[in-house]
C-alpha cells in the first residue's frame, strides 16, 4: 500500500531542505543593482498583489470553470512576483519571502490599480483587463532589457499574461454584449478603475536612471490604448472619462485598501517567523 | 501592438459559448444512475470543499513557495470536483454549477473532515495529511469502477493526489523534527482532525447497493493506516487516541463551519444567477 512515490517523499531531502533561490538563481547570474532592485519590487509587487487579491474568488467565481481560470491566473502571477522579489532580493540578501512577509505598507512599491478591491465580478473583470493588457506591453519590451534576469522573467511571463489578456477581453465583450444589467455593471466597473490607468505609465528618476534596463513605462502608453480601443469598439463602449488619480504606489504612498491586503497577507508569516515555530 | 492572440480572441468563440460539458462528457459516455450520481456527490463534495478552503492560503502561507503549492493542489481538487460534479448532475440534468452553488447545506454530502477550519499552518496540514492519505487508497481503488466516468476520473486524480500526499507527509516530517513549538503544533492538530479519520471509512446501504461501481470505504482503512503507521513512526509520532465524532456528512448532517464555507461560495452565483446578470 506504500507505495514508491510515498517512500521516496520519506528517503528525498525534506522539504525545508529545498529553497527557491536555488531555482531561481541561474549560476553565475549577478545581483541586482540598488535601482534595478528597486524597479524589479515595482514590478513584484504588481504582481503579488494581484495574484493574492484574485486568490479570493477560488470556489467564489460565478462559474466553477471561471474558478479554475482565476485560480491560473493568480498562480502565474506568484511565479512572477516570486521571481522578481528574488531577484530584488539578491541586491541586499533578503528573499523573497523577507520581502512579501516582512515588508510595510510604505515599503511596497505596486500601483494602485492592483490594490482596487475585487468587487463584483465585473469590477475584478475590469482590472484585468487594465492589468493584463498593460502586462502584456510591459513584459514584451522588458525582453530586451541588458538586465538578464529581468529578460529572462519577462520571456516566460509574456506568454502567460497574452492568456490573461485574452481571458479578460472575453469577458469584457461578453458582459457588454449581454444584459442591460451586465453592461450597466462593466461600464460602472471600467469607470471605477480608470483614474488607476495612468499611473501604469508614469515616468521618474529611476526609470531615467535604468535606460536599457528598465522599460519606460511612458512608452507603453500607445500599444495599450490601441487594444483598449479595439476591444471597446468590438464592444460598443467608450473610454470613460475621468480625471487621473495622483496615485503614488510606485513611491510607498497607498490608500487604505493595501492595508487590509497586507493585514490578511502576513499575518501568519509575521507571527510565526520561519514558519516552523 | 495588437498581436494574433488578441484577434484570435476576437475572431473566436466568446467564453459564453464555451461549455466544460462539451470537455467532460466522453461521446456515448452514459449518464450516472440515481445511486452513482449520490456516489459521485459525496467525492465531489469532498474535492469541492477542500479546494475552497485551500484557496484561502493564497498568499497567505508561511512561504511564497508553500502558496504555489496549496493553490495547486486547490486546483487539482476543483478539477477533480468539476468532473465528479458533472457526472452527478447528468443523472437529472443539473449542471455543475447547479450543483456547487445551488445547493442547500443538508444538500452537500461532503465528509466533515474537509469542512474542519484552516486554523494554523499545522492545521491545515494535518487535514491535507488525512484526506490526500485517503484520496490516494480511494482513487487507486475507483479506477477500477464499472462505472466508465468514474474510472476515468480516478484515473486523472490518482496521480495528482500522490503528489499532494507526498507534500503533507514532507511536511508533517519537518513539523515533527523541526522545534519544540512546531511538533507541538503538529501534535494538536492532529488531535484535532482525528476524530473525523472515521467517517471517511464508514460502508452504507448506498455502498451496498453500489457493488462493483463505488469502493468500499472500509475497505480502504488498512491502506490508510499503513501509511499513517509508516510516517508516524519515521516522525515519532504516536496516533491520536480520541473518540470518532458521529459525523453524518455522507446522509448531509453538516455542523456550522459548512455554513460559513458555503455563504462565501455561493453568495455570487445566488445573487447574480448566470454570472450574466
Redesign the interface.
Known sequence: ???D??D???G?V???E?H?SDELTAAGAPPASADAAEYALRLGDDA?IL??Q???????????????AL??I??DL??H??SL?HHAGSFDGRS??DL??FRDEHEFRCAWIVEQPNG??AQTIARQFVVATYM??LYEALRRSDDATLAAVAGKARKEV?YH???A???V???A???D??RR?LIRALDDVWPYVDELFRDDDLIDRLEGTAVRPSSLR??FD??VS?VFT?ASLTAPEVAASAAGGRHGSHAAPLGRILA??Q???RR?P????
Not at 520561519?274 to 515555530?277: D, F, K, L, S
Open positions: 500500500m506504500i507505495d512515490s510515498l521516496a517523499a520519506h528525498a525534506s522539504v525545508a529545498l527557491l503579488l495574484a493574492q484574485l486568490g479570493a474568488w477560488i470556489s467564489r467565481a460565478p462559474e466553477l470553470e471561471e474558478d479554475v485560480a491560473n493568480a498562480l506568484l511565479g512576483a516570486r522579489l523573497e519571502d512579501a512577509y463584483d465580478f502584456v506591453e497574452d489578456r485574452d481571458h477581453v472575453q469577458w465583450l461578453r458582459l454584449g449581454g444584459t444589467e451586465s455593471r500607445d500599444g490601441a487594444v479595439t468590438e490578511e497577507m499575518v501568519l508569516a510565526y520561519g514558519a516552523t515555530w
